[in-house]
């Protein structure tokens, strides 16, 4: 088996890989124009987020039988056009999770109590005490937008820390977590004093948050979005963060990729890191652990 793994993964996992005898060729940095010339050769490619497995690079990599996605989201690849041409298309749902979830809490904590601004205040040599009142998480209540695997890990935190826990998803009728309430869209918009998002970009969720749902949001709402670009409307989301509805966001994920340019970094209510959700030491290995495990079953 010839296998190409074009984006970043763990040391664990390269070391994996290879004892399982497959010829491996660790690309992490290359661009979709090479990609192109060499990915007719390869039997499977292992992704993350950057790398696009896409129709015409899928027409192109005649040999291709299996794509390993070594995250949870799959809209960077084509998966129907690649299961109509035989190629088997694999994920690692479970392994970042816990990683995700505790980023989305993070930037809970942050905005609520002004990391950022404090930090950023304190090297201007601004004494802000007077002026940096945060608030609490405890009794706040919390609303969750898909209660998968990411967004059951977040409820479990958030009910430790004293929070109410109100979730929304289609498609799943129960969660097995003492205290979460699924209830409707509509209920969540509007009752949530914090709302994270933990769906997967379809055509159904894309700009699912926008100016209707930012009008039928308490005043005052924190909007967290750990889950994909896209979801939110992020022009819409400028105004209601500028005009105050939105008390403030804190984003790892964004419509395009790097943001270069995105007016939403001209606020000071718009907290944000680079796609880094699943990016922990723990989270990684055990992608990578997936990741074998798949190969494993594949051979």
């Known amino acids: 088996m010839k296998l190409l793994v074009s984006d970043p993964i763990s040391g ?10 497959i010829e491996l060729d660790y690309k992490p940095d290359v661009d979709a124009e090479e990609l192109k010339q060499i990915i007719k050769i390869y039997d499977g490619i292992v992704v993350r987020s950057r790398t696009k497995v896409r129709k015409e690079l899928i027409d192109i990599a005649s040999n291709l039988k299996f794509i390993i996605r070594g995250g949870v989201g799959l809209d960077n690849i084509d998966v129907e056009y690649a299961k109509s041409k035989g190629i088997k298309v694999f994920n690692t749902p479970a392994a970042s999770s816990i990683s995700v979830a505790e980023l989305s809490i993070a930037f809970m904590f942050a905005l609520s109590r ?30 969750i937008l898909g209660m998968g695997r990411i967004g059951r890990e977040v409820a479990k935190r958030a009910i430790c820390l004293g929070m109410k826990v109100i979730g929304y998803d289609p498609y799943i009728k129960g969660v097995d977590i003492e205290g979460v309430i699924l209830t409707s869209l509509e209920d969540v918009l509007s009752n949530a004093d ?7 970009l379809t ?16 005043n005052g709402v924190i909007l967290i979005n750990c889950a994909r670009g896209g979801i939110v409307d992020e022009n819409a989301l400028y105004e209601y963060l500028k005009n105050g509805k939105v008390k403030g966001a804190g984003f790892d994920v964004f419509e395009k990729e790097p943001p270069e340019g995105n007016k939403l970094f001209d606020l000071d209510n718009f907290y944000a890191t680079p796609h880094i959700g699943a990016s922990t030491s723990e989270g990684q290995d055990r992608v990578g652990e997936e990741i074998v495990r798949i190969l494993k079953e594949i051979e």
């Open 114 to 143: 002004h990391i950022v601004k404090g930090t950023d205040s304190l090297r201007k040599n601004e004494w802000l005490k007077k002026k940096l009142k945060g608030t609490e998480l405890f009794g706040k209540t919390l609303g």
């Open 12 to 21: 664990r996992a390269i070391d994996g890989i290879k004892s399982l005898g």
């Open 203 to 218: 055509e159904e969720t894309r700009h699912m948050i926008n100016k209707d749902s930012f009008e039928k949001m308490k």
């Open 194 to 200: 914090i709302i994270t998002l933990h769906l997967p």
